[in-house]
């Protein structure tokens, strides 16, 4: 059994930026990639970025450049850092453990003037 628990979502003005955390318990956490993903309201579940097990990250062309993910495996966590936030970045941000395939529960983020 593997839980994920999203925080750090919220509302920031364009051009902001925000921190978003995902704890996992449960499970070994170091030797499996993790993600992030987003979904915006009538749109699909989209890969955000994706960090392996041995720390190298992938990205959405949408978001190379302003967001990093990064992972503390000693804290069962992984980090998306997003900065110069735009409008369309609005969405439900998902954490996913890519191993066995669990989703948290998302957490909002709003960028709006």
């Known amino acids: 059994q593997v839980q994920l628990v999203e925080s750090g979502g919220g509302l920031v003005q364009p051009g902001g930026s925000l921190r978003l955390s995902c704890a996992a318990s449960g499970s070994i956490f170091s030797i499996f990639s993790m993600g992030w993903y987003r979904q915006a309201p009538g749109k699909e579940r989209d890969l955000v970025a994706r960090i392996s097990s041995g720390g190298n990250p992938t990205y959405a062309d949408s978001v190379k450049g302003r967001f990093t993910i990064s992972r503390d495996n000693a804290k069962k966590t992984v980090y998306l850092q997003m900065n110069s936030l735009k409008p369309e970045d609005t969405a439900v941000y998902y954490c996913?453990?890519?191993?066995?395939?669990?989703w948290g529960q998302g957490t909002q983020v709003t960028v709006s003037s």
């Open positions: 996913r453990h890519e191993g066995y395939g669990y």
